[in-house]
């Protein structure tokens, strides 16, 4: 399985746990790609692969017995180190509380909820909990994002609700997701963030595509002149099957460098355009170190732990938590305007602990700067770090839509109808 505990709530993983259990005492296997604490810990053999992602990674750094690999030296195994308390997700110093405003919504009903009326405080890290299918998404995107995008666009047909107060207090709202960047192989970090722009500038202004009259374009693979007119700049070409889906292979003529030979002649630190597709962040953060255009995009991958993808990688390949990181890093780099607001929906989904740490560190800046993000959310060590809690149920489907507990952390854990709060106590003390 992998990650089977997607979109789970702990109460949820819990129940999940004994199923697996039971299944590996009817006396079969069970392989679990995972990165969930509690299905972590419950394991009876490790096998943790590293030691970074991506490039860095492909090592197989620590195996063995779950009792015995826990009790050994954790080597180059960050897995090992969380796990056993050497490092952590810390508790925030302090919870934000000053009152910037808030949306307040009268009347919502959609799905499993019914006439509910809440309130929503920006200016905070908030976190939308709940058990699986207790009304959170239908909240936040049905509700608080449809109706909060139309009346800041100059709509006044609201869906859903009766009445909405307060998106004064907000310029523009942003919802981040993990769909792919792309569809096709030519979509890539390099385009997508924008910082691909300045790197052809650059190759264009160099003495060589001077002499030679090479424009910004003929650094482009989606235009004629520079490009591989074999493959037409995708360095791959598509066979099509019959009866079978279709393949993609390398071109041969360009071997996947997308340029033809006269383009791949012009270097910068002796790479050529071709050369810095194949890069990965970290790489070309120092090839471009003195260029402050290109170093200011390639930081934020960085910030948000996507060091190790390179920035040719086809949007194919990318997983949905990497996809919905370089989203998230785009708006970043952008000019940072006050009063936005950020909603993500469970945006630890396939992340390691160090990537979840990480991504925290961003958007605890986001919040810092003046903005409000809202994170749907089922893992603990982001729900522990949040300034205000909403929390839904008490169960899911027609046992739910109903919000059981509103605060801080501290205060949600003192309510005994909450699910989350329950689960969330032992955190609180770490």
């Not at 493959?231 to 390398?250: N, R, S, T, W, Y």
């Amino acid at each position: 399985m992998d990650e089977p505990t997607i979109g789970l709530h702990e109460r949820d993983n819990e129940r999940l746990l004994k199923l697996l259990k039971q299944l590996r005492d009817y006396g079969n296997t069970l392989i679990v790609v995972e990165h969930d604490e509690r299905v972590i810990l419950s394991a009876d053999h490790l096998v943790d692969i590293g030691p970074g992602p991506g490039v860095k990674g492909g090592t197989i750094v620590k195996s063995g017995d779950m009792p015995a690999v826990l009790k050994q030296p954790a080597g180059k195994s960050l897995t090992i180190d969380y796990l056993t308390g050497k490092e952590e997700i810390e508790l925030p110093g302090r919870r934000r509380d000053k009152d910037k405003g808030s949306i307040k919504i009268i009347g919502a009903s959609s799905n499993n909820i019914k006439n509910l009326d809440f309130e929503v405080p920006l200016g905070r890290f908030v976190c939308i909990t709940g058990v699986s299918g207790s009304g959170k998404s239908t909240l936040v995107e049905n509700i608080f994002s449809r109706n909060v995008q139309k009346r800041i666009g100059g709509f006044n047909n609201l869906e859903n609700i009766s009445k909405i107060f307060g998106t004064e207090y907000v310029k523009r709202i942003i919802e981040i997701d993990q769909s792919p960047i792309g569809k096709t192989p030519r979509s890539n970090p390099a385009t997508y963030t924008g910082v691909w722009a300045p790197i052809r500038d650059l190759f264009s202004m160099l003495p060589e595509a001077q002499e030679r009259a090479y424009g910004k374009g003929r650094f482009s693979f989606n235009r004629p002149g520079g490009r591989c007119e074999a493959c037409e700049g995708a360095g791959m070409k598509i066979i099509e099957m019959h009866f079978l889906p279709d393949v993609l292979v390398k071109c041969d003529v360009c071997h996947g460098k997308r340029f033809n030979k006269e383009t791949l002649e012009v270097k910068y630190k002796g790479k050529n355009i071709a050369e810095v597709l194949d890069m990965t962040v970290d790489e070309a953060y120092e090839l471009f170190s003195e260029i402050y255009q290109i170093t200011d995009v390639l930081k934020v991958l960085k910030e948000v732990g996507l060091g190790y993808i390179k920035l040719g990688q086809s949007a194919t390949t990318l997983s949905g938590g990497e996809a919905q990181r370089i989203k998230l890093s785009k708006e970043l780099a952008k000019p940072m305007a006050r009063n936005v607001v950020f909603v993500l929906d469970e945006p630890t989904t396939g992340l390691h602990y160090e990537d979840v740490k990480m991504l925290l560190e961003v958007l605890q800046k986001l919040v810092d700067k003046g903005n409000s993000v809202i994170v749907i959310e089922h893992n603990m060590h982001v729900i522990k770090t949040a300034d205000y809690i909403i929390d839904m149920g008490p169960e899911g489907g027609s046992g739910g839509g109903k919000i059981i507990a509103t605060g801080t952390p501290e205060e949600v854990v003192d309510v005994k109808k909450s699910h989350t709060g329950k689960y969330l106590k032992p955190y609180l003390t770490k």
